[in-house]
């Protein structure tokens, strides 16, 4: 084990705490492929699933294997019209899991997270059964005040280059606060607690996954 493993491995130790501390279930695993199997033991076969966008959770493979696997996928991307995308994002509130990470988290367990258009963290916030996400230590910051620097200058600066055309943070690569049109951050959700037993469950994962 190195010395930035050990590190890790007794940061998680703390940042669950706190994730107990506030309801939610937390775990810890080495790899990816950790992660993945460790996902897959808590869904159980015939679960209706979803998802926000995230690359964590598609970097792990959780994405394919929920396609390749037995259960009853709510796929927006499958979706032919906007109308039919609504549909299948609406539909994937009364999911029993949807999955996600979360953009940052501090050491004390809150999570922050920034959507254009609320989708993933309404999710996050009501409707679907469990909520289980996947997120990296390198996503582990001190404070809440940290977590929400790294939402918006880190996780939301690198989103806009994916999502967004003309948004300040495109050319000059971290938060100007805008109000543009092209703006990623219209809804910025800290999550400090769960109010239902057994909902969320966050798996943290001693790589680098997402941004």
């Not at 993933?120 to 990296?136: D, E, K, M, N």
Request: proline share 2%; with cysteine.
């Amino acid at each position: 084990m190195t010395i930035r493993q050990q590190r890790n491995a007794v940061l998680a130790a703390r940042v669950i705490k706190g994730l107990e501390s506030r309801n939610m279930e937390g775990y810890f695993v080495e790899t990816a492929e950790d992660a993945l199997a460790k996902a897959l033991e808590l869904m159980p076969e015939g679960s209706s699933v979803s998802w926000g966008g995230s690359m964590s959770v598609e970097d792990c493979g959780l994405i394919e294997a929920v396609r390749a696997g037995n259960y009853e996928v709510i796929d927006r991307s499958l979706a032919s019209s906007p109308e039919e995308k609504r549909a299948l994002q609406l539909q994937a509130f009364g999911a029993d899991f949807f999955l996600g990470s979360a953009n940052a988290m501090s050491e004390d367990g809150v999570m922050v997270n920034i959507d254009k258009f609320g989708n993933r963290i309404g999710a996050f916030a009501y409707g679907p059964s469990h909520v289980l996400l996947i997120v990296g230590m390198n996503k582990v910051v001190k404070t809440v005040e940290d977590a929400v620097s790294r939402a918006r200058n880190e996780a939301a600066a690198i989103n806009a280059q994916r999502f967004a055309k003309d948004a300040p943070c495109i050319k000059n690569g971290t938060c100007y606060n805008c109000k543009s049109a092209d703006t990623i951050c219209s809804n910025i959700m800290i999550t400090r607690y769960n109010p239902v037993d057994g909902r969320v469950k966050v798996i943290l994962v001693d790589e680098a996954l997402g941004f």
